[in-house]
């Protein structure tokens, strides 16, 4: 048995860096075409593309704000332009402003809010109208498109001095599954994964170290995760070995999720 997206189109939105840019990496080793979205980093974006080339592959990169619509409408349409179609969107752009509740400030609140929520809701609605547009191409898949959504634990977890980023992920739970039942029926698989505590360079501080350390006593599993093991789950969620897989999160979180504070009291 093998994974494949063989020839399969796939949009990475935040795919400079960190899961976004594992994400991409494993799907096109896997064999799809890919375009590399990012916000303000077009040279890491731009050197993956790249890579992606030199090894026979597709691969373009584009920049786009997730939570602008006209942005995202552009960047369909960049991918059109490309590649010719869509088959596979991972809806992975997020960002954390942090701050005690009575501190946040309403920019602070609007800004987690419109990329993490709104730009998961534009992405996906920019995505299933051009599945529509397109039809089902059952050379490639069983699914006529399929839409993996970016969560984190925190979508079940309650996080404080994170209150914005914790509702952005709720958030997203409820946004998946409404948009799964309501396209199913044409066809469509949507589905989230909810990382737990992954070693990307923008948790190196918590991830590593005494930090990295306390860390794992929340991961019952006893070890930091890998940006491969969420691109893994993504890959497997965007083929069609998942095929009956629709309106679930897969939790990747070494089991983070399971309330490990109270494996010796409660
Ligand atoms: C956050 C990480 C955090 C992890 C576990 C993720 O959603 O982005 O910063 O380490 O959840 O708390």
Known sequence: M??????????VTGASSGL??????????????????????AEPAEALAAGIREQGGQAIAVG??????????????????????????????????????????????????QVNLTGQFLCARAALRQFKRQGPRPWLSRAHGKIIHMSS?????????????????????????????????????????????????????TTQGEAGKRLLGLVPYGRIGEPQDVAN???????????????TTLFIDGGMSLYPGFRDNG
């Open 20 to 41: 976004g840019y594992a994400c991409a990496q494993a799907l096109a080793a896997a064999g799809a075409q890919v375009v590399i979205n990012y916000h303000s980093h």
């Open 64 to 113: 786009a704000d997730v939570s602008q619509e006209q942005d995202v409408e552009a960047l369909l349409g960049a991918t059109v332009d490309a590649f010719g179609a869509l088959d596979i969107l991972v809806a992975n752009s997020g960002l954390q402003q942090d701050a005690p509740i009575t501190e946040m400030t309403l920019e602070q609140w609007n800004t987690v809010l």
């Open 233 to 247: 789950a993504v890959v497997w969620l965007a083929s069609d070995l998942s095929d009956y897989v629709h309106g």
């Open 153 to 205: 634990v925190h979508q079940l977890i309650p996080w404080a001095g994170h209150a914005n980023y914790a509702a952005s992920k709720g958030g997203i739970d409820l946004l998946m599954r409404s948009i799964a039942q309501e396209v199913g029926e044409q066809h469509i698989r949507v589905n989230a994964v909810a990382p737990g505590a992954i070693a990307t360079a923008i948790n190196a501080e």
């Open 2 to 11: 093998q994974i494949s997206v063989d020839k399969q189109v796939a949009l």
